[in-house]
């Protein structure tokens, strides 16, 4: 089946590309639509007993004491700065090598972000370069779970433990994630997820913030409705960030059947794996041993940009919708901009993301339509 995407490539010229295979596909069974249309039916539209019914499965199945809804995996992390205290002036460690919203937060609460170069490897924040950036003014340390795998997340609370930070551990891919036996979540001082669309569990958009903090939960709680511990009595200038009862329906519905969806992811990128083997000019996805992956993301890396770019052309010439997770966040425009970067700062950063290319993975993929990806890479390798 073709989808048709349009898309700009400038203001006069609008071009109609054609994917066969999408990049990602949201996962939603009639099973899940029901359930949202059963609290929509039952004027279940705002946050309410399903939220809290949301968040108590949550929280069971990481084995946490608290889990907040909220409405996005921006939320999640906005609320953990405003719950710790960090703004004006503060310095947060984190990684170049994620999407924006990770240090879009920091800068929204005039705090600043301090980039730390990553892993060549794992493409997570390298927690061998965090202490020689820590300064007075550093407060917390807010690493990713890159695509999914865990960072060092134990190693780096251990320093933050050492110098008396925080850790805020972007996990919005990572829901169902281990490292050393611990589930992701478990661990970090908060963490946050994302449940949008393309992710393995979503509630259309949502996201969650978990911590073993009771007073950081309860302020998250307050947070979350613009700063009210009950109707009109505001303690604090919070936000509207409230996750509303039909998408934690939905939430509830996919969080029963998430270890399927990650065993099945897991299974996609061993496939993958499979029909990538031997060919030197690829890297598949480096795992470490202690830790399970959710292939939120599958990216490769290849041997240099003009071959990355070679692919990446030519799967979308066949159809096939690829990512380049992540062009590097401190060269974007509006940091430059704000922070004058520039190229060189951070090198491995920099180099990986010329060469890395995210490849469609999806619960509904079949074999055969990995098979006609595989197919075409080995193809334009050769040639
Ligand atoms: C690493 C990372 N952090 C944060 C976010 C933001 O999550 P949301 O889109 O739910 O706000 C995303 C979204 O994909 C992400 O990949």
Redesign the pocket.
């Known amino acids: 089946m073709f989808v048709q995407l349009l898309y700009k490539t400038s203001l006069k010229n609008i071009v109609l590309a054609e994917f066969k295979i999408r990049v990602a596909q949201p996962n939603v069974l009639e099973e899940d639509a029901q359930a949202m249309y059963d609290a929509v039916i039952t004027n279940h539209l705002g946050p309410g007993p399903i939220v809290t019914e949301f968040e108590e499965k949550m929280a069971d199945y990481m084995g946490v004491k608290n889990a907040i809804a909220v409405n996005?995996?921006?939320?999640?992390?906005l609320l953990s700065l405003d719950a710790l205290g960090i703004g004006n002036g503060d310095e947060v460690i984190t990684t170049p090598f994620?999407?924006a919203?990770?240090s879009n937060v920091i800068i929204q609460r005039n705090a600043h972000p301090i980039f730390v170069d990553i892993e060549p490897d794992t493409f997570n924040l390298d927690p061998k370069k965090i202490e020689a950036v820590i300064t007075e003014k550093t407060k917390a340390i807010m690493p990713?779970?890159?695509g999914g795998q865990s960072a060092e997340i134990l190693e780096i609370n251990e320093i933050a433990e050492k110098h008396g930070l925080a850790v805020i551990e972007?996990a919005?891919?990572a829901l169902g994630g281990v490292h050393k036996n611990k589930k992701v979540g478990s661990i970090s001082t908060m963490t946050?997820f994302?449940?949008?669309p393309?992710?393995n569990l979503n509630t259309g958009?949502?996201?969650l913030i978990v911590t073993n903090d009771n007073e950081l939960a309860e302020k998250c709680k307050i947070l979350r409705k613009n700063g009210a511990d009950r109707r009109y009595h505001h303690v604090e200038i919070g936000w509207n960030a409230k996750m509303p009862d039909p998408n934690a329906a939905l939430g509830i519905s996919q969080l029963k059947r998430i270890d399927e969806i990650l065993d099945k992811k897991n299974q996609l990128a061993d496939y993958y794996n499979k029909k990538l083997e031997g060919i030197s000019e690829i890297i598949t996805p480096t795992i470490r041993n202690y830790n399970k992956h959710t292939f939120?993301l599958y990216v490769i890396l290849f041997k240099n940009n003009k071959l990355r770019e070679k692919i990446r052309i030519g799967l979308e010439n066949n159809g096939v919708e690829t990512r380049i997770n992540f062009p590097p966040l401190h060269l974007q425009p509006i940091y430059k901009k704000l922070y004058n970067f520039s190229n060189g700062m951070l090198p491995i950063c920099e180099d990986i993301s010329e060469r890395v290319l995210g490849l469609p993975i999806f619960l509904k993929m079949t074999e055969e339509e990995q098979d006609y990806i595989t197919d075409i890479i080995r193809k334009l390798v050769i040639d």
């Open positions: 996005s995996g921006t939320s999640s992390m994620t999407f919203a990770t990713i779970d890159y972007d919005a891919p946050g994302s449940f949008g393309d992710k958009e949502g996201g939120m």
